[in-house]
């Protein structure tokens, strides 16, 4: 004698299964209708007071979230925006670092960095700020012997104002004046006196002015700085320098 | 249900439209209140607002279907209710007033949207009389509509536990309801 005993619960679970699916429609059955007429109460369609109930502090929130995630981001962008500005920046500068240096523009250490690093032109042949002992210069340290000045002077050494042993340029075009051991020129109309040993002309009344090889001429205020083969010159007066084969003169 | 619009809506909503997350919070918070009233009547309204706050905060982590959206803030709200029951043990406090919403839809009879919510009330009210996990797990299927495996996410059971508990809860109610037609008969 065999009796199969049915799963306990199956036939409603299917049931109940079928109810929550749905499926049940008009077929549900009697016992169950009031139980499917239960769950379609409780999932009913709701209200718009039910939908909106709190929607304004949920908004208000959501407004809040917004906002705090937007000021969050604007750090992060801003930062950015400063990388940026300060790449852009080094660029800038690191290219023109690296202009001048092959420019030859640079002071002498940074030049002689640039000729060790990028290959630039070294500084002892570009550098223009290293005096030049056997000259005198009239203004800036961008000054040349035999040149211009200024920013625009260049390299190359003057055709007509070369003096081997000194030399001294005026503001006035200068001229050319053969000079064995040197040669001065300066402003106004000075008259070239030749000279065994040198020359000096000035403006106005100049003192004699001992120098060695040289003579003292010049715009400005002079520099006293003895030279071996050079000159001191300006429109004042020049201090007297004893000089052992120094030759002074002046239009007098 | 938002069907289609669901994407772009979600979108909108987690780049800060409130019309967007409007339409997201009028499709959702009815059934998360029935659900949450079901299972804590007196602190179904803090709870949801908690739960509220948490979905605005993450709203911009969240990729997913529409389901999983909704399983996904029952989720958090049922999170939410376990840590105010936690504190409600440590500290019991009376309600003040019954929260829950009686009012009426637009365009429709008046006295048939006060029967049905009277209905959709006593449904609840009679499924909240059931043991809590059997309540859980009908109302996550009946009202939140969620499939058996979402539920058990949700819940964090088995999905054959799942269906377990929903069985039990149905039998019980059909047993109730059978036992309250007797009663007027």
């Not at chain 2, 006593?122 to 058996?148: K, Y």
């Amino acid at each position: 004698m065999t009796s199969q005993r049915p799963a306990p619960d199956s036939p409603d679970e299917d049931r109940f299964d079928a109810l929550l699916e749905g499926a049940a429609g008009a077929s549900v059955d009697a016992d169950l209708r009031a139980l499917k007429n239960l769950l379609d109460s409780a999932s009913a369609p709701s209200s718009p007071a039910e939908q909106t109930a709190g929607l304004a502090a949920a908004l208000r929130a959501h407004g809040e979230a917004t906002s705090r995630r937007r000021a969050a981001a604007a750090p992060a962008k801003s930062a950015r925006r400063r990388w940026g500005l300060g790449t852009a920046a080094a660029l800038v500068v690191l290219g023109s670092s690296a202009t001048a240096a092959y420019a030859g523009v640079l002071p002498a250490p940074l030049q002689d960095l640039a000729h060790a690093t990028i290959g630039a032109p070294a500084a002892d042949s570009t550098s223009p700020s290293t005096p030049d002992p056997a000259s005198d210069r009239v203004g800036g340290p961008g000054a040349t012997p035999g040149q211009q000045t200024g920013p625009g002077a260049t390299l190359a050494p003057a055709p007509e104002t070369t003096f081997p042993p000194g030399n001294a340029n005026g503001l006035t075009k200068p001229k050319n004046t053969p000079a064995p051991n040197g040669n001065a020129n300066g402003v106004g109309k000075p008259k070239p006196t030749p000279a065994p040993n040198g020359n000096a002309n000035g403006v106005g009344k100049p003192k004699p002015t001992p120098a060695p090889n040289g003579n003292a001429n010049g715009v400005g205020k002079p520099k006293p700085t003895p030279a071996p083969n050079g000159n001191a010159n300006g429109l004042t007066k020049p201090k007297p320098t004893p000089a052992p084969r120094g030759n002074s003169g002046g239009n007098r | 249900m938002l069907g289609h619009d669901f994407a772009a809506t979600l979108q909108q909503a987690s780049d800060g439209s409130p019309t967007a997350f409007a339409a997201l919070y009028k499709d959702i918070h009815p059934a998360l209140m029935r659900y949450l009233y079901v299972l804590a009547q007196d602190q179904a309204d803090d709870v949801a607002a908690e739960a509220w706050l948490a979905v605005v905060t993450s709203l911009t982590s969240f990729s997913g279907t529409e389901t999983s959206f909704r399983s996904w803030i029952f989720t958090i709200a049922r999170n939410k209710l376990i840590d105010a029951q936690r504190k409600a043990s440590r500290r019991p406090t009376t309600p003040l007033t019954d929260s829950h919403d009686r009012s009426v839809r637009d365009g429709e009879d008046a006295s048939d949207q006060v029967v049905e919510a009277l209905s959709t009330e006593w449904a609840l009210a009679l499924i909240s009389e059931l043991p809590q996990d059997q309540a859980e797990a009908v109302m996550l299927r009946v009202v939140a509509g969620l499939d058996v495996g979402e539920v058990a996410a949700v819940m964090d059971r088995s999905p054959g536990a799942v269906r377990v508990l929903t069985h039990r809860g149905l039998k019980r109610l059909a047993t109730k309801l059978s036992e309250e037609n007797s009663d007027e008969v």
